[in-house]
């Protein structure tokens, strides 16, 4: 029986993995969260479409901006399964807002949670992994991680240091078995994104209401897909594959386009 550990796995893009993976018949899951209703919520969906009697569903409590919390939930769980075949990190946070009127604590937590929360659960997964020889780290970025938007000033920076991580990661860790790969969502339809249109300033949802929206199930099995033909950087669509690979010639393109936006969000 295999082994996933999600990160963010009670919701979402990592909750949509996980059911994806639950039908595959051959998957244990540990997924990590901080709100154990939402993660009892997950188990239970995910025990219902089990195909096999054997699979088993862990959850665990854990801040992954809390170091030796995340480091004691990853191995809770290769304690019970054994070390992962596949590790998706999927935890993230986002408060969209003007840069002046966001407290530096925002940008502070946003970059805890998404950055060093990624890196937290790759070092203490990492161990166990590289003495198995194999296995796959995935990477949840985002299409603000290729493109800075406006309004997105805590959450951009952060999704952008996961694509230097993941580019820093994927040759030194291919030399002992282990897959690197970094996924770059579009705008997904998920609690995160609900809770985000919240707090956009006018000029963010003129800009953001432009690209196509997908579904969490989309993703996921855009990225599951991806990391079966052993890719590197899986870039859901035609908007975020013509964004990763022509980023420096598009980018004048957009951002000329954007700031016309945001000329006509305030006129009116």
Not at 20 to 34: F, K, T
Not at 48 to 54: E, G, R, S, V
Request: hydrophobic fraction near 45%; include cysteine.
């Amino acid at each position: 029986m295999r082994h996933a550990i999600i990160t963010g796995g009670s919701s979402g893009i990592g909750l949509a993995i996980a059911r994806q993976l639950a039908q595959q018949g051959d998957v244990n899951l540990s997924i990590i969260a901080r709100s154990l209703n939402k993660l009892q919520a997950a188990q239970e969906k995910l025990q219902a479409i089990f195909p096999n009697p054997q699979q088993q569903c862990l959850t665990l409590t854990a801040d992954v901006a809390q170091r030796c919390e995340i480091e004691q939930a990853i191995a809770s769980a290769i304690e019970k399964f054994s070390a992962p075949d596949l590790l998706i990190t999927s935890a993230g946070i986002a408060h969209p807002g003007y840069f002046q009127e966001l407290s530096l604590e925002v940008f502070e937590q946003t970059m805890a949670v998404n950055y060093f929360g990624t890196l937290y659960a790759i070092r203490a997964a990492l161990p166990a992994m590289q003495t198995t020889g194999k296995g796959n780290i995935v990477m949840i970025s985002s299409g603000a991680g290729l493109l800075g938007l406006f309004g997105y000033t805590p959450y951009s920076p952060s999704k952008f240091a996961l694509r230097g991580l993941a580019e820093s990661l994927r040759s030194e860790l291919k030399q002992v078995g282990i897959q690197v790969a970094i996924a770059y969502p579009p705008d997904t339809d998920t609690p995160q994104l609900a809770a985000e249109n919240l707090t956009k300033p006018p000029e963010t949802k003129l800009i953001t209401e432009t690209a196509q929206m997908w579904t969490a199930e989309q993703v996921a099995s855009t990225i599951l897909r991806g990391v079966r033909r052993q890719k590197f950087v899986i870039a859901p669509g035609l908007e975020m594959q013509l964004l990763y690979r022509l980023h420096s010639l598009l980018a004048p393109v957009l951002q000329w386009y954007f700031d016309r936006l945001v000329a006509r969000a305030r006129q009116n």
